[in-house]
């Protein structure tokens, strides 16, 4: 069985996890899309290297800081690792807040493999006559990215013309279900007024902790990527070394885009799994205790 414990941050799943690989003596696979990155530890609240847990997790604190990551290789990354516990053991864990990354990894979504494109002209064109490109390349598509969305309307234009099908079209052909036999999703699901009260709380933490000196200690040894400092945490931490914002400000801000990140989070785990909702850590490892 696979065992998928998704939920906002804050909400208590590598708490869940651990508990549960004791109880069912199983590894964990992450799918959390910063806590791939080494040296990203506080501001990713990863588990700590000293914790007896670490070892047995898969996929985490594997890449460095100036290397990019996408979702299509988090996919051949995960099969292989999934396949390759599920032959040795009855049970597996994944943990993370990243719903882009579990669904790739457990559903059947097929990736278009991008090769030498050449779209400079695209960069000529105004916002609008992007967006209106794309309406006429692929109209359902256009409906689902803002017009000031520049990034995703070249890439989308970009995809349509390498591609025999439209993006519309080749996700029409896959029916978006597990490929894996036995699946089951766990939403942990706080009250969010006690979410939201976790969230600042923790922001405080992981500053008082040295935030500001792992953002420092970065940016001073490597060259991020694109992917990696755009982390919640890092970018504002970022500005506040560059003296664009003061730390009160910084902090803040992180606070707010985190509360804002974990509300996405609700709805996306929400929307696009069939799962079983708990609102605390106990309540979870007592449905697992119980099965």
Not at 188 to 199: A, D, G, V
Not at 213 to 240: A, R
Not at 283 to 290: A, G, Q, T, V, W
């Amino acid at each position: 069985m696979i065992y998928v414990i998704m939920g906002p941050t804050c909400s208590g799943k590598t708490a869940a996890c651990n508990k549960i690989m004791d109880i069912l003596n199983c590894d964990a696979i992450n799918f959390d899309a910063f806590q791939i990155y080494r040296h990203m530890d506080i501001g990713t609240s990863k588990l700590d290297k000293n914790d007896p847990h670490y070892s047995r997790y898969h996929l985490l604190d594997f890449k460095e800081p100036s290397e990019t990551y996408s979702v299509m290789e988090y996919q051949r990354d995960s099969r292989n690792v999934l396949d390759n516990l599920l032959s040795k053991c009855k049970d597996v864990v994944m943990v993370g807040g990243t719903g882009l990354y579990v669904r790739a990894a457990l559903y059947d979504y097929e990736f278009e493999i991008e090769k030498n494109r050449d779209d400079s002209d695209l960069e000529l064109l105004s916002n609008e006559e992007l967006f209106n490109e794309l309406q006429k390349l692929d109209y359902e598509a256009s409906k689902k990215i803002h017009i000031n969305n520049r990034k995703r309307l070249i890439r989308a234009i970009s995809s349509i013309r390498h591609s025999d099908i439209n993006k519309t079209e080749r996700l029409a052909k896959q029916s978006h279900l597990p490929i894996y036999k036995d699946v089951e999703f766990l939403f942990l699901s706080p009250n969010r007024e006690e979410l939201y009260k976790n969230i600042n709380a923790r922001v405080i933490e992981m500053i008082d902790n040295g935030l500001v000196e792992e953002v420092k200690n970065l940016l001073e040894n490597y060259d991020l990527s694109l992917t990696s400092k755009q982390g919640i945490g890092y970018k504002e931490i970022i500005e506040f070394l560059r003296g664009n914002a003061s730390l009160e400000d910084a902090i803040s801000l992180i606070q707010k885009r985190t509360r804002n990140y974990a509300k996405r989070q609700v709805t996306f785990f929400k929307n696009q799994f069939n799962s079983k909702t708990f609102t605390s850590v106990d309540e979870l490892i007592k449905y697992i205790k119980e099965k």
